[in-house]
């Protein structure tokens, strides 16, 4: 079974500053998606980005992008020039390319310091 | 215009009561969810619908019925409620994709917190 671990329950960043937060996954398909996943406090469940694991580039949005090592089965977000509004739950998710069932993280809590 | 919404978004109850949680997409999908985020925060899948066709259900009590009358609704009915039952509950959408370049985002709505007193 595909498990996804996010190894840092709470993290802070100062306005403006740049954070990263880890995740790293478990399987043995080759065919997959990734996600990042937002849920602010009005817990509504906001898709920040995701990856294709076939696609060597990684993806960005805005002032979010990942760093995808498929051969590491790493998948963390970086969250340039924070901001306020980026204070959230952060979860990352797993999708195997055969599969609906989407495989949650444990999350991690984002703080920004103004 | 929403487009996966829930309701009620909150509910509150005496165990043993039965309820009901609705959910509609108008992102003209064919897959929908229901997924429980307990009070850790951790989300777990329990049912999928694939054009009102059950694909996906995760040892879930069968307290827990999921109904699809078409592709766009998909209802939750709890029977019995437990106080373990208190979560909040997401609905979610997606379209299943049709090659491999596809990605069947799933989109997701506002949740319902169901509280059990």
């Known amino acids: 079974a595909q498990t996804v671990t996010q190894s840092q329950p709470e993290m802070s960043v100062q306005e403006a500053e740049t954070v990263t937060l880890s995740c790293t996954y478990d399987t043995s398909e080759s065919d997959y998606y990734l996600f990042w996943y937002k849920q602010p406090p009005s817990r509504q469940m906001i898709l920040v980005i995701r990856q294709e694991a076939y696609k060597q580039q990684n993806a960005t949005e805005n002032r979010f992008s990942v760093n995808f090592q498929k051969a590491a089965k790493s998948f963390s977000l970086k969250i340039s020039d924070s901001q306020l509004g980026d204070a959230a739950m952060y979860f990352c998710a797993f999708l195997d390319g055969g599969s609906e069932k989407l495989v949650f993280g444990k999350g991690t809590k984002l703080t920004v310091n103004p | 215009d929403t487009a996966v919404s829930q309701t009620p978004k909150y509910l509150v109850t005496q165990m043993g009561n039965d309820k009901s949680i609705k959910c509609e997409q108008n992102?003209?999908?064919?897959?929908m969810y229901w997924y429980k985020q307990d009070s850790k925060k951790f989300l777990k899948i329990m049912f999928s619908?694939?054009?009102?066709?059950?694909?996906i259900n995760e040892t879930v009590p069968n307290r827990f019925s999921p109904k699809s009358p078409d592709k766009a609704h998909l209802n939750l009915h709890i029977n019995s409620l437990e106080l373990g039952d208190s979560a909040v509950y997401f609905c979610?959408?997606?379209?299943?994709?049709?090659?491999?370049?596809?990605?069947?985002?799933?989109?997701f709505g506002p949740g319902t917190r169901l509280t059990v007193l």
């Open positions: 619908y694939n054009n009102k066709e059950l694909i």
């Open positions: 979610a959408s997606s379209q299943r994709p049709k090659t491999s370049a596809d990605t069947d985002t799933q989109y």
């Open positions: 992102l003209g999908h064919d897959t």
